[in-house]
Every structure is written in structure tokens, then in C-alpha cells.
T-cell receptor, first 113, second 115 residues
Framework: NAGVTQTPKFQVLKTGQSMTLQCAQDMNHNSMYWYRQDPGMGLRLIYYSASEGTTDKGEVPNGYNVSRLNKREFSLRLESAAPSQTSVYFC????????????FGDGTRLSIL | KQEVTQIPAALSVPEGENLVLNCSFTDSAIYNLQWFRQDPGKGLTSLLLIQSSQREQTSGRLNASLDKSSGRSTLYIAASQPGDSATYLCAVITELSSNTGKLIFGQGTTLQVKP
């Protein structure tokens, strides 16, 4: 099984450009999450989707939008990229019960020039 | 607001040493606490999950303990090996977020085990 797949793995953008980060899971999980990881700051939650058809803001949602396209896919969109959004972005999924561990993708490394 | 702290930020030990990684959290109202491993350029892999009602969990050479009242958890690694070199992250789910699974992470401890 592939688990959680993120595309692309690397991307360089110019300030003001837009981009969508893709995430798909093949484990039939209900909940999906987008985090960003910055040096010295751990992972911070951007948005999450507790179930298909619902999305909610996390700790750092400004500048981002999300779409839960179906149960498998959860995308993150940067409408107008800013240098402060340079980061490593991780998608994760969870079957549904919080007493289970989340499964993470390998990340998208995004640089905004 | 729940905050999670991991000290030290980096640790270097010789192979074979037993070691302890520390994690502290400010609000004891947690649902569970989780330890993850992250290899360079990779995502996170779950190591151990401790429910709020539990005191410890063990997996192979790893043992994680939880003391809710003091807001602390430790990850004990026995007989460390070079393959244990990675960043170890601690995260909690608060009681209020138990139905959403939202994790709050510490900054991580980067471990280097020297042959």
C-alpha cells in the first residue's frame, strides 16, 4: 500500500504565484490534515478535514485554502504565494479515532522567491 | 493554550548508550501523547502512543512514559544504535480536540548516535 502520497515533492515559486499541493491516501481514512514544518518550530496545523465534506481551520490558516475533493484526496492551495510560506508541507490521515496514530506523507518542499 | 516543549534540541551519544528524550506540556488535560520519528527528507513515523489513562508503552528498545500531573513524558531508548539517528517529535491531542485528532507538536530532538 502507498499510504499517504503527496505531490509534488519539490517546488519553487515566485512571489504572487498560485499553486495547489495534492494529497491522497489509500487507507480509507476519514480524517486528513495539512501541517507545515519550519526550522525550530515543529509542525503546525494549517487545516484539517474531520470527514468527507467538512474542513476546518487549524493554527496557521492565513494565506491557504483547502478542498476535500472526496474521501481519498485533500488539497492545499496557495492563492498568492509569499516568502513566509517557504516551508515543508506534510499531509496526514487518520482512520477516525484519535486513539490511533496519524499516517504522514513524505512532504512537499516549497520555496517562494 | 497548550504548548509542547522538547529539550534538548540536539543530542549526540556514542553507540550502545541508553538515553532519554524529554517532552513537557503545559496543560495536563490531554487525550493522548504520541512519539514520532522523522528521518531526513522524510515524513513522520509513529513510534508509540500513550493514552491519558496509561503510564507507559513499550515497543522493542523503546519505552515511553507519561506523567500527566507533572506535564511530562520521556522516551527511553535502550542500547542505542547508529540507525536510531533521527529527529524525535512529541505531540499531544488535548481533551477538547479528542474528536478531531488535532496534534500539537514539540520542536523535536535531533539525535545522533556515533559508531
Amino acid at each position: 500500500n502507498a499510504g499517504v502520497t503527496q505531490t509534488p515533492k519539490f517546488q519553487v515559486l515566485k512571489t504572487g504565484q498560485s499553486m495547489t499541493l495534492q494529497c491522497a491516501q489509500d487507507m480509507n481514512h476519514n480524517s486528513m490534515y495539512w501541517y507545515r514544518q519550519d526550522p525550530g518550530m515543529g509542525l503546525r496545523l494549517i487545516y484539517y478535514s474531520a470527514s468527507e465534506g467538512t474542513t476546518d481551520k487549524g493554527e496557521v490558516p492565513n494565506g491557504y485554502n483547502v478542498s476535500r475533493l472526496n474521501k481519498r484526496e485533500f488539497s492545499l492551495r496557495l492563492e498568492s504565494a509569499a516568502p513566509s510560506q517557504t516551508s515543508v508541507y506534510f499531509c496526514a490521515s487518520l482512520r477516525g479515532a484519535s486513539n490511533q496514530p496519524q499516517h504522514f506523507g513524505d512532504g512537499t518542499r516549497l520555496s517562494i522567491l | 493554550k497548550q504548548e509542547v516543549t522538547q529539550i534538548p534540541a540536539a543530542l549526540s551519544v556514542p553507540e550502545g548508550e541508553n538515553l532519554v528524550l524529554n517532552c513537557s506540556f503545559t496543560d495536563s488535560a490531554i487525550y493522548n501523547l504520541q512519539w514520532f520519528r522523522q528521518d531526513p527528507g522524510k515524513g513522520l513515523t509513529s513510534l508509540l502512543l500513550i493514552q491519558s489513562s496509561q503510564r507507559e508503552q513499550t515497543s522493542g528498545r523503546l519505552n515511553a512514559s507519561l506523567d500527566k500531573s507533572s506535564g511530562r513524558s520521556t522516551l527511553y531508548i535502550a542500547a542505542s544504535q547508529p540507525g536510531d539517528s533521527a529527529t524525535y517529535l512529541c505531540a499531544v491531542i488535548t481533551e477538547l480536540s479528542s474528536n478531531t485528532g488535532k496534534l500539537i507538536f514539540g520542536q523535536g530532538t535531533t539525535l545522533q548516535v556515533k559508531p
